[in-house]
C-alpha cells in the first residue's frame, strides 16, 4: 500500500521538489520509503508501505532494465508470481522479488492488455519515456483510489486529491455543481466525479491513455451484464456451496501473502467471519483478530466477535472505548477525509484500523459481502415493493396517501417511498439521505444537474434483461456505494495508521460468479446472504451468527442533541456558513431544530450537511482554511 502522483507539464521543466512536496501530503499512506523521478517536462513521486519484498530493491520510482518505463504503484498483485513464470518465458531478468516489477515487465510485454492477467487492488502510472505517453489504470472494484486533473496546460494524478492540490491550490477554487448535488443526496461523490471541478476519479476497471494529442479513457472489465444463470436455480446447496468454499479460499490464501505481520478486521457478522474460519483454516499460525467494543452496552458487539474469535481459535484484540471517544478522532478524520463523507462509521473504522496497527500492518476485511450476497436490509424492501408495484396505480396511490396519514416517521417515509414510479426510483429514494426533506436544496441546484436516480437509472439500463429490481438494487450498490463510500472510507481510515487494507470478496473471479447466482440464493424468506450465512455455518455455530445486523453503529442522532449540539448549531447558523453549499439555510435551521426538540430524527440529512462544512472549514496543504471565499460553481 503506497501514494503516487505525478505531473505532466507542458511549459516547463518539472522541478522535483514540487513532487516531493506533493508526496510528502501522503506520508501516511507511505511512511517507509521515499523516491522521486523526473526528466523534462514529467515527475514521478511515490511514498512506500513496504509489504512485498521490504528491501531497498523495491524502491520506486521504478524503472525497467532498458530504462523506457518508470512505475509508480499503489496496491497488491497477489498473483505476481504467477505472472512472473510467465514472463520468465520471454527471458526477463528480475532485479527484486516485488510485485512492481512484475507490472512494470507485464506491460513491457503485453501492454494494456497486462491487466487481464492482474488479480489484486492496484492503481498505478507508467511513464514511457520513448513515446512520451502517461498510462494508469485502476482495479477492478475500485478497492484503490485514483484522481487526476487534465487541462492544456498539464496533467496531474494522485491518490488523494491533497497531492494534486499541493501542486496546484487553484485547483480547489471551484467545486463541481453536479458532485455536489450527488453528496447532499447519497453522502458521497461517484466516479467520476470528484468535489472538486478540476480534478475526476479513475472509475474503477478503467485504464488511460494520455498523450499529446490527449486523453484515451478504456473500460477492461465490467461485471454490469454478466445475468444470473437460470440452470443455478436448482443446482444441489452443497455443490454451491463447495464452489463459493473454493474461490473464497483461492481469494483468501493469496491475500495472505505477505512480508509483514498480516491479522483480519472481525466484527463477529458472516462477512468477517467466514473470512477469518477460512484464513484459520489455511494458516499454519495462529491469526491474529481485531475489534472496537463500546462501553455503552447498546452499541457494543464486541462480545460476538470474541465468540467467534475463542471458537476458530484466532488472537484476539479489542479495544474498548466509549462511544464519546470517536469524537477523539475527528482532527484525522477532517485531516485525511479530503473529499466530504457522510458515512459516520468512518470514525469505528479509523478506531478498528489505530488499534490493529499496534500489531500488524496488513489487516484482512469482509467488505463486498452485502453488496454481492445480498445483506443490506434495503434489498428485502425493494424485493417486497416489487410486488406492490405490480399492483393498479390508483390502489398504489391511495395505500401510500393512508401511510402519509400515519403520525409516525418512519411510516411517512413510507408513503414517499410507495409513490415514486417505479421500484428502482423507490431504491434510489431509500439510498438518499435527504430523503423527504424537499425544498432543502436549492431550485437552481435541481434544474441544472441530475439526481441519484437518474444516475441509477442510466446505470440499470446497461443490466441484463429480465433482472430483478432487487438484483439490479445490489448492482447498482457494487457500481457507486460500494466504491465510492464504503471503499473509500476504508481506504482512507486504514492508511491514516498506515495500515493495509485487503478484501478477499472482492476478488473478481468471485463477483462474476456471484452476479450469476440465482437470487434464491441471497435472499430466502427473512434470512438474507443465504448462501455465505450457510458456508459461514460449516464453521461456525449458528448461535454465534444468527443475530440482526447492526454494522458500525455511530449514535449521529444523539451526539446532535448532546454533546455536539453546540458545535452543529454554530455551524449551521453563523453568518459564515458556506454560500456554496447550495441549500436553504433557514429551511435547515427549522430541520435542525426539530431534530434537537426530539420531534423528527434528521440526522442523516444534518450530518452530510455537517461534515461537507467541516471539509469546507479543513486546513488546506499550505495551512490555510477552506472558507467559503475560496469556492465558486465553475460554469
Known sequence: ???????????????????????????????????????????????????????????????????????????????????????????????????????????????????????????????????????????????????????????????????????????????????????????????????FQAIRKLPPAHWMLVNQSGLRLQQYWDFRGIPPRSDWQNRREDDLLD??????????TARMISDVSLGAFLSGGIDSSVVVALMAKHSTTRIKTFTVGFAEKSFDESNYAEAVSMHLGTEHYCEHLKISDLLELMPVFSTEFDEPLYDSSAFPTMAVSRSARRYVTVALSGDGGDELFGGYPQYRIVRRLESFYRLPRAMRRALAAIAAKMPQHRLKLLSRALGQNGVMDAFSFCRTVSKDFDGVLLHDLLRRTVSLRDLFSQAAAS????????????????????????????????????????????????????????????????????????????????????????????????????PLRTWAEARLAHEGFPSAIPMDRTALLSIFNLHTSGRRNAHPLLWSVLMLVNFMGRPTVNGEGLTPAHFQYAD
Open 1 to 195: 500500500m503506497c501514494g503516487i502522483v505525478g505531473l505532466i507539464d507542458s511549459r516547463a521543466q518539472v522541478d522535483p521538489r514540487v513532487i516531493s512536496a506533493a508526496a510528502r501530503t501522503l506520508y501516511k499512506r507511505g511512511p517507509d520509503d521515499f523516491g522521486v523521478w523526473t526528466s523534462d517536462n514529467v515527475g514521478l513521486g511515490h511514498r512506500r508501505l513496504a509489504i512485498i519484498d521490504v528491501t531497498s530493491s523495491g524502491h520506486q520510482p521504478m524503472m525497467s532494465p532498458d530504462g523506457r518505463y518508470v512505475l509508480v504503484f499503489n496496491g497488491e498483485i497477489y498473483n505476481f508470481m504467477e505472472i512472473r513464470r510467465q514472463l520468465d518465458t520471454y527471458g526477463f531478468h528480475w532485479r527484486s522479488s516485488s510485485d512492481s516489477e512484475v507490472i512494470l515487465a507485464a506491460y513491457a510485454q503485453w501492454g494494456p492488455q497486462c491487466l487481464q492477467r492482474f488479480r489484486g487492488m492496484f492503481a498505478f502510472a507508467i511513464w514511457d519515456c520513448e513515446n512520451r505517453t502517461l498510462f494508469l489504470a485502476r482495479d477492478r472494484m475500485g478497492v484503490k483510489p485514483l484522481y487526476y486533473h487534465h487541462s492544456a496546460a498539464s496533467f496531474a494524478f494522485a491518490s488523494r486529491p491533497k497531492a494534486l492540490l499541493s501542486l496546484n491550490p487553484a485547483w480547489s477554487s471551484s467545486l463541481d455543481e453536479q458532485a455536489m448535488r450527488f453528496y447532499l443526496e447519497c453522502g458521497y461523490v461517484p466516479a467520476p466525479y470528484s468535489i
Open 463 to 562: 443490466f441484463p434483461a429480465g433482472l430483478s429490481a432487487t438484483e439490479s438494487a445490489m448492482r447498482l450498490d457494487a457500481l457507486y456505494t460500494l466504491p465510492d463510500d464504503y471503499l473509500q472510507k476504508v481506504d482512507v481510515a486504514s492508511m491514516a495508521f498506515s495500515l493495509e487494507s485487503r478484501d478477499p470478496l472482492l476478488d473478481h473471479d468471485l463477483v462474476e460468479w456471484a452476479m450469476k447466482l440465482p437470487l434464491k440464493w441471497k435472499l430466502r424468506g427473512r434470512q438474507n446472504k443465504f448462501l455465505l450465512r450457510r458456508l459461514a455455518y460449516r464453521y461456525i455455530p449458528k448461535a454465534i451468527l444468527d443475530r440482526p445486523k447492526k454494522g458500525f453503529e455511530v449514535p449521529i442522532h444523539e451526539w446532535l442533541k448532546g
Open 243 to 252: 464452489e463459493l468454499e473454493e474461490l473464497l479460499t483461492r481469494s483468501i
